[in-house]
């Protein structure tokens, strides 16, 4: 493994933090090379990736500059990566790292401060049910499109916090969280064109927000722990170059990311075409219809975004957002064009299933959602062929 663990008491630079980011894509791949300058990060990605960055780092291109990253200890799978835990807790005798003679409480023990799930958020159940035994005493970080993400973190952070309210069943926690610290759910989003053109190699061609973070669903809701680590790990993005707000409900902030990815991201998918062609009148006149019933469902859901009106918005997406993204094919987009499986449910999807819960009918978005369905239909069909 590239890094060694850190005892709170030492003063190694790396110190801030233990990071982990499962699901690394792009996304996960470009933050996790940014932020490694600053602390010490453990990444799960795909097994070409994975050999990749192992055999020569990970290549970093675009507007948050241009390197090689060799600092992070990268793995394929749980299996590799609780293995390489295991060699290193057996490898505590004390602490070894601080002068207290190994009195700190943190010999013989290993744990994330800080746990950013960046897959797919089709995969959000799959990676909780295998990695959740790391998750104790972890800040749980959705930086994910769609909505429902965070509730499905908060639905296992619960059952932790249930766990280890019983001292002789806690798990292990390390870095610098105490066993006692409970584990919470944050909320993240970002608005920046990242692409990986070879394994091992990422560009972020453009950002267009900072990025946000907050205690979901809102700091005002948040316990003075929350907002401690909330405050931490805020100072710790900025140190590492990445342009970074703490969002006071970031539940907002998520509906207003997700607000592009409803619009755009179906469309640009069953074209296989760039985001400027949604410009379109045709197009335009079909994205109306999708926010319109969309804003219906955010008022429903109680949820305050910067737009007050579905106009004001489309204003805005016209205006700003599609030109800032106009050559960019979506991740949707590239999914379809791969055979990979659409995120569809937790985005368009989402604005179905709660229009149901609250009574409102969402006939655009229900429309885009079969035409999606129907086609990662047809690509789950030719995957099970080929095997």
Same mark, same amino acid.
């Given at each position: 493994?590239?890094?060694?663990?850190?005892?709170p008491? *030492?003063q190694?630079?790396?110190?801030?933090?233990r990071? $982990?980011v499962?699901?690394a894509?792009?996304? /996960?791949l470009?933050?996790a090379?940014?932020?490694?300058?600053?602390?010490e990060?453990?990444?799960?990605?795909r097994?070409?990736?994975?050999?990749?960055?192992?055999?020569?780092?990970?290549?970093m291109e675009?507007?948050?500059?241009e390197?090689?990253?060799?600092g992070m200890a990268v793995?394929?799978s749980?299996?590799e990566?609780s293995?390489?835990?295991?060699a290193?807790?057996a490898?505590y005798?004390q602490? /070894?790292?601080? +002068?207290?003679g190994?009195?700190?409480g943190?010999a013989?023990?290993?744990?994330?401060?800080?746990i950013f799930?960046?897959?797919k958020s089709?995969?959000?159940w799959?990676i909780?049910?295998?990695?959740?035994?790391?998750?104790a005493g972890a800040?749980?970080v959705?930086?994910?499109?769609?909505?429902?993400n965070? &509730?499905? $973190?908060q639905?296992?952070a619960? &059952?932790i916090?249930?766990?280890a309210?019983n001292?002789?069943d806690r798990?292990?926690?390390g870095?610098?969280v105490?066993?006692?610290?409970p584990?919470?759910?944050?909320g993240?989003t970002?608005t920046?064109n990242f692409?990986s053109?070879?394994?091992?190699?990422?560009m972020?061609m453009?950002?267009s927000?900072?990025?946000k973070i907050?205690?979901?669903?809102?700091?005002?809701?948040?316990?003075a /722990?929350?907002l401690?680590?909330l405050s931490?790990?805020v100072s $710790?993005?900025r140190?590492?170059?990445i342009k970074?707000?703490s969002?006071?409900?970031?539940r907002?902030?998520?509906w207003?990311k997700?607000?592009?990815?409803?619009?755009?991201?179906?469309?640009t998918?069953l074209?296989q075409?760039r985001?400027?062609?949604?410009s379109d009148?045709?197009l335009?006149a079909?994205?109306a219809g999708?926010?319109?019933?969309t804003?219906?469902?955010?008022?429903a859901e109680g949820?305050?975004?910067r737009?007050? *009106?579905?106009g004001?918005?489309l204003?805005y997406?016209?205006?700003?957002l599609v030109?800032s993204?106009?050559?960019?094919?979506?991740?949707m987009?590239q +999914?379809?064009?791969y055979?990979r499986?659409?995120?569809?449910?937790s985005?368009n999807?989402a604005v179905?299933r709660l229009? /149901?819960?609250?009574g409102i009918?969402t006939?655009?978005?229900? *429309?885009i959602?079969? $035409?999606?369905?129907?086609?990662?239909?047809k690509n789950?069909?030719?995957?099970k062929?080929?095997r």
């Amino acid at each position: 493994m590239n890094s060694e663990g850190f005892c709170p008491n *030492s003063q190694d630079p790396k110190a801030l933090g233990r990071v $982990l980011v499962l699901g690394a894509g792009a996304v /996960g791949l470009s933050f996790a090379g940014k932020i490694s300058e600053v602390c010490e990060v453990y990444v799960v990605c795909r097994e070409r990736h994975s050999a990749a960055i192992k055999k020569r780092g990970l290549f970093m291109e675009g507007v948050w500059g241009e390197r090689r990253v060799t600092g992070m200890a990268v793995f394929s799978s749980f299996a590799e990566l609780s293995a390489a835990i295991a060699a290193k807790e057996a490898g505590y005798k004390q602490c /070894g790292s601080c +002068d207290t003679g190994g009195t700190c409480g943190n010999a013989e023990r290993f744990g994330f401060d800080y746990i950013f799930i960046t897959s797919k958020s089709s995969d959000t159940w799959d990676i909780c049910r295998e990695y959740s035994s790391l998750f104790a005493g972890a800040v749980l970080v959705s930086l994910q499109n769609g909505i429902g993400n965070e &509730e499905i $973190l908060q639905s296992y952070a619960a &059952e932790i916090n249930a766990v280890a309210q019983n001292p002789a069943d806690r798990l292990h926690a390390g870095g610098n969280v105490s066993l006692h610290a409970p584990c919470a759910v944050f909320g993240a989003t970002i608005t920046t064109n990242f692409r990986s053109p070879a394994d091992g190699c990422v560009m972020v061609m453009s950002e267009s927000e900072p990025l946000k973070i907050g205690v979901y669903p809102s700091n005002l809701t948040a316990d003075a /722990g929350s907002l401690r680590r909330l405050s931490e790990i805020v100072s $710790l993005i900025r140190q590492s170059g990445i342009k970074v707000e703490s969002a006071e409900s970031i539940r907002s902030a998520i509906w207003e990311k997700s607000l592009l990815n409803i619009a755009v991201n179906p469309l640009t998918a069953l074209f296989q075409t760039r985001v400027g062609s949604v410009s379109d009148e045709n197009l335009r006149a079909v994205i109306a219809g999708i926010i319109a019933e969309t804003f219906e469902v955010i008022a429903a859901e109680g949820v305050e975004i910067r737009w007050k *009106s579905a106009g004001e918005y489309l204003d805005y997406l016209f205006t700003y957002l599609v030109p800032s993204f106009s050559a960019v094919y979506t991740s949707m987009c590239q +999914d379809l064009a791969y055979g990979r499986h659409s995120e569809i449910d937790s985005i368009n999807g989402a604005v179905v299933r709660l229009g /149901g819960i609250h009574g409102i009918k969402t006939p655009y978005n229900e *429309s885009i959602c079969r $035409l999606i369905r129907f086609i990662d239909g047809k690509n789950d069909a030719k995957k099970k062929e080929s095997r």
